[in-house]
């Protein structure tokens, strides 16, 4: 069984800054993919940000230069470093990962639990 965990969700002040962790714990032959999606309320899940096995990023547009995704491989952790937040981030932030569990498995998708980010004007 493969599990992700986010945690570092919380409430913050338009302007300022929370840090989302990811952590794939299980069987885990390998990870593709990492990244973070949103879903606020009354919207469809979106992509917030991407970021492959050999560091490569990818970025929504409402978060460049605001938000960075990274990763660390022998941890099996993605993180999300939010800034200059504002009122319409707030919404439950999703960690994605594309896992093998062994050699002989095709990638799967995985999504952890979400954690609430609620930033207040």
């Known amino acids: 069984q493969v599990q992700l965990v986010e945690s570092g969700g919380g409430l913050v002040q338009a302007g300022g800054s929370l840090r989302l962790s990811c952590a794939a714990s299980g069987s885990i032959f390998s990870i593709d993919t990492m990244g973070w999606y949103r879903q606020a309320p009354g919207k469809q899940r979106e992509l917030v940000a991407t970021i492959t096995s050999d560091g490569s990023t990818n970025h929504a547009d409402s978060v460049k230069g605001r938000f960075t995704i990274s990763r660390d491989n022998t941890k099996n952790t993605a993180s999300l470093e939010m800034n200059s937040l504002k009122a319409e981030d707030t919404a439950v932030y999703y960690c994605?990962?594309?896992?093998?569990?062994?050699?002989?498995?095709?990638?799967?998708?995985?999504w952890g639990q979400g954690t609430q980010v609620t930033v207040s004007s």
């Open positions: 994605y990962a594309r896992i093998r569990t062994s050699i002989v498995r095709i990638f799967e998708h995985y």
